[in-house]
């Protein structure tokens, strides 16, 4: 039996428009794994697979009222990731046989300065964003996502039941995408990266 999904792609580019981040994460959530393995197996780097898979949905998210006109959700996707591939082989290509490397290094260099304030000026946020935290929620977001500490770990160093650590982490994640809503590129980000 074929089950329809709850939204059409078009509802949900409708709400994206709009700014709705769950609809959005509808579409990550619809369109990741085709997408990755389609430019896995032109790119043969899961890394810069990654990297091209976040600046499609990056691009798909900035889009706007454009989004309305779209008429095939994963033909457009693929098209900007085929492309996004394509660019990256070439740029491969002519640093392997032109023998830019002082280029390349110069290139990357800038691009790592840009990253670098970006993610210092992401990290600020958050760490600002987590201090507001109610302490339980803190204690629990700062053991479960940041250390990395499952469900049951976390519930026996903080002498809590299991159902009140995710009771705690819903609302500390909650809590987050609240404050960080201010900044919709920023929310997006990490939603994508799966921070919050």
């Known amino acids: 039996m074929n089950i329809q999904p709850l939204y059409s792609d078009h509802e949900l580019l409708v709400k994206v428009t709009g700014g709705d981040q769950r609809a959005f994460r ?5 369109y990741y794994h085709p997408l990755y393995a389609f430019v ?31 008429n095939n ?21 002519l640093r392997a046989h032109a023998n830019l490397e002082d280029i390349g290094s110069e290139y990357e260099l800038h691009n790592d300065t840009e990253e670098s304030i970006f993610l210092n ?21 700062q053991l479960c996502q940041v250390q990395g500490y499952k469900y049951d770990e976390a519930a026996k ?17 909650r809590n987050l ?17 799966k921070i919050i």
């Open 73 to 93: 959700v994963e033909s457009y996707l693929v098209t900007i990731a085929r492309n996004r591939s394509f660019d990256e082989l070439r740029r491969s290509k």
């Open 121 to 141: 000026d992401t990290k600020r946020m958050i760490d600002e964003a987590i201090k507001n935290l109610p302490p339980q929620q803190r204690s629990v977001y």
């Open 26 to 30: 509808i579409l990550y959530d619809r």
């Open 40 to 70: 896995l197996k032109i790119l043969k780097s899961d890394l810069l697979t990654e990297e091209i898979i976040q600046e499609v949905f990056l691009k798909l998210w900035t889009q706007g009222a454009k989004l309305t006109t779209i």
């Open 177 to 193: 995408r609240k404050q960080l809503s201010q900044n919709p590129d920023l929310l997006i980000v990490l939603v994508l990266l």
């Open 157 to 173: 160093e903080l002498q809590l039941s299991v159902d009140t650590v995710q009771s705690y982490m819903k609302l500390a994640l």
